[in-house]
Nanobody, 122 residues
Framework: QVQLVESGGGLVQAGGSLRLSCAAS????????MGWYRQVPGKQRELVAT???????SFADSVQGRFTISMDKPKNTVYLHMNSLKPEDTADYYC????????????????WGQGTQVTVSS
């Protein structure tokens, strides 16, 4: 099983920046993809950004050009760099990891972090 520990949320003014971190740990595993979702109370959780083990990234249209995502493979850590933050970015942000027990395993395990709150004031 993979455990995820998130950090970096907080309160920031509009136009500011924050960096979220998510470190994965556990028994032997091979990461396919790491990413971030966000959720506002009463709304569905939405995908923010993902990065694959070979470095391919994808972003929601709403954050394209403002957010970047990176992965530190030796540390099994993913970072979400959020710039030019807007009040509508306010949400709980959740880390997600798709992993396998071995690189050749057909079984993909999806693990979620506990969430970290981001509040952007206007």
């Amino acid at each position: 099983q993979v455990q995820l520990v998130e950090s970096g949320g907080g309160l920031v003014q509009a136009g500011g920046s924050l960096r979220l971190s998510c470190a994965a740990s556990g028994s032997a595993f091979s990461i396919d993809l790491m990413g971030w979702y966000r959720q506002v109370p009463g709304k569905q959780r939405e995908l923010v950004a993902t990065i694959t083990n070979d470095g391919k990234t994808s972003f929601a249209d709403s954050v394209q050009g403002r957010f970047t995502i990176s992965m530190d493979k030796p540390k099994n850590t993913v970072y979400l760099h959020m710039n030019s933050l807007k009040p509508e970015d306010t949400a709980d942000y959740y880390c997600v990891v798709n992993s396998r027990r071995t690189p050749l395993s057909d079984i993909i395990l999806t693990s979620w972090g506990q969430g970290t709150q981001v509040t952007v004031s206007s």
